[in-house]
């Protein structure tokens, strides 16, 4: 018989959120396996100088759980790790969680109708599994030659030292993801000099922040209407950026040039040197990649003691960084904003195998990136995989979050009014969810726009764009809580 109810692995905000919606459907009695030493996922892991969210707080955040002391319209990293803190303190979560413990491998028991996690202390037993490993998760460091024989410090942005003191010092950063557009400025600050090696250039529009005021959040404490009225309008907003801008990319050209337009303003006006610019200027379409937000960017490199360098990295010498014309920048510190392994490291984190011994990465693979709903996946009973293909639904995360808990809800609520032992989506469901969500995506930047020089994680190996969920937020959540029983079959009774 399972020990667990569920098994949830991560204790990011989507780990959380899922445990939540256990305790609602009252299956409490479940643990959160972590691989970390604390809870909150990507916002207990980067503490890089400069972090915050780039989606207003108000919005990234739990509908039903608000917070209306953020100090900032863009909250800095610190503020969401207590926020994190404070949401497992609340729904008494912490309790269930066991840090530092790498789940190796997940396998369904067919027999016993049970999922079985294999731990580095053990094994594991649970009904369910859900996964919540996030997207982002996976650091990634380019197996540059030499790299090993550097002398000076390395430092990946997600293994930021609480006490790294770069003052006066010779930096590289090999990045110019939205990590490397929040650390540079602050880098820039307090380096003697500083080198940006740029492959590929990132759009960058303003990012209109401010402090919160007192009386504001003194407001959103005392009448929650007003704050879930300020979270609506910025939903809306990000809403109509995400289906006009990206997803009906075909149909609305011009919204989509019109942010490209905004950020070539914001980089004229922000740079000086012309041959600069040039070099900044993205090559592909908006939205092909994840664009940044940043008002200081651009303007770091009108310094005299910052450079932009776009020549190619041809190895790691003990004293910098060699390029392929033969030239040599030196560096006592090099910072890699080189991001994450999202395809071949996370799709799925860890090695999870259903029906019939079938792997689930290996699957993948060999056929397409898939999951119904993106959330659950044929041969895999009782799994709930919730960071999954077509899954990111809407630019905030939480939006995908709740569309998930919601699915859940519905799922297993039918599982407990069958009195059923198991669920899995059927061939059909799943086949058809793909059919759509691909179509779907062919008016989408991805499909109709020219994404073909942006190196962007938005697209899988076999070049599919299967990360992002190509409908409305509005959407997934109407079908979370609206799709066909009969997609999935119920078998069994509980042991
Ligand atoms: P990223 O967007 O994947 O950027 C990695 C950077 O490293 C890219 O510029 C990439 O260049 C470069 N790189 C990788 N391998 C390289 C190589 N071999 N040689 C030279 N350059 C190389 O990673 P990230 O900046 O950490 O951001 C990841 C995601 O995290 C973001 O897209 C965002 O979703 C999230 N994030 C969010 C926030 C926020 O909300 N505030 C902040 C930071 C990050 P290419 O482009 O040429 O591959």
């Given amino acids: 018989m399972a020990r667990y109810d569920a098994i949830v692995v991560g204790a990011g905000f989507g780990g959380m959120g899922a445990a939540i919606q256990l305790d609602r459907l009252g299956l409490s009695d479940y643990v959160i396996l972590e691989r970390e030493a604390d809870l909150g996922g990507t916002w207990h892991v980067n503490r890089y100088p400069g972090l915050a969210v780039d989606i207003a707080s108000v919005t990234y955040s739990y509908s039903f759980e608000p917070n209306p002391y953020w100090s900032r319209l863009f909250a800095p990293g610190e503020e969401l790790r207590r926020y994190a803190q404070h949401v497992a303190e609340r729904y008494g979560l912490r309790r269930r969680m066991r840090f530092g413990t790498a789940v190796e491998q997940a396998r369904w028991d067919a027999d016993r109708r049970h999922w079985v996690v294999t731990t580095g202390s053990g094994e594991l037993t649970a009904r369910f599994l859900i996964t919540a490993t996030g997207f982002l998760s996976q650091p990634y460091t380019p197996p540059f030659p030499g790299i090993d024989g550097f002398t000076g410090r390395i430092v990946h942005t997600t293994a930021w030292p609480d006490d790294l003191d770069l003052t006066g010092q010779r930096v590289g950063v090999i990045g110019t993801g939205a990590t490397a557009v929040q650390l540079v400025p602050e880098l820039a600050d307090v380096a003697a000099e500083l080198t940006v090696f740029q492959r590929t250039p990132i759009w960058v529009v303003p990012k209109v922040d401010t402090p919160i005021p007192a009386a504001v959040q003194r407001l959103f404490a005392a009448l929650p209407v007003t704050q879930r009225a300020a979270r609506l309008a910025n939903t809306a907003v990000l809403e109509a950026i995400m289906v006009a801008g990206v997803l009906e990319f075909t149909r609305a050209k011009v919204l989509n040039r019109g942010a490209g337009l905004l950020a070539k303003a914001h980089l004229r006006t922000s740079v000086r040197d012309p041959e600069t610019r040039r070099a900044l200027t993205p090559g592909y379409d908006f939205g092909c990649k994840r664009p940044t937000f940043s008002n200081r960017y651009f303007r770091v490199f009108n310094s005299a003691h910052v450079r932009l360098e776009t020549g190619s990295i041809a190895e790691v010498t003990a004293g910098g960084i060699a390029l392929a014309d033969g030239s040599e920048v030196a560096l006592d510190t090099l910072v890699l904003a080189t991001g994450f392994d999202l395809w071949q490291a996370n799709f799925p984190a860890i090695t999870v195998r259903g029906r019939d011994g079938v792997d689930l990465g290996a699957w993948w693979r060999a056929s397409r990136f898939q999951a119904y709903e993106g959330i659950t996946v044929p041969r895999f009973?009782?799994?709930?995989?919730?960071?999954?293909?077509?899954?990111?639904?809407?630019?905030?995360?939480?939006?995908?979050?709740?569309?998930?808990?919601k699915h859940m809800g519905r799922l297993l609520g039918e599982l407990a009014r069958r009195g059923a032992a198991t669920f899995e989506v059927t061939e059909r469901a799943n086949a058809e969810f793909l059919d759509r969500v691909t179509e779907r995506l062919g008016t989408s930047v991805f499909y109709g726009g020219d994404c073909g020089s942006a190196r962007s994680y938005y697209f899988d190996p076999h070049g599919e764009a299967a990360l992002l969920r190509p409908t409305s937020t509005l959407n997934a959540h109407r079908e979370a809580v609206r799709f066909p029983l009969d997609d999935y079959v119920y078998g069994g009774v509980p042991a």
């Avoid at 009973?381 to 939480?398: A, K, T």
């Fill in 381 to 405: 009973p009782n799994f709930l995989s919730l960071n999954s293909p077509y899954s990111y639904s809407g630019l905030s995360y939480f939006t995908t979050v709740e569309a998930q808990m």
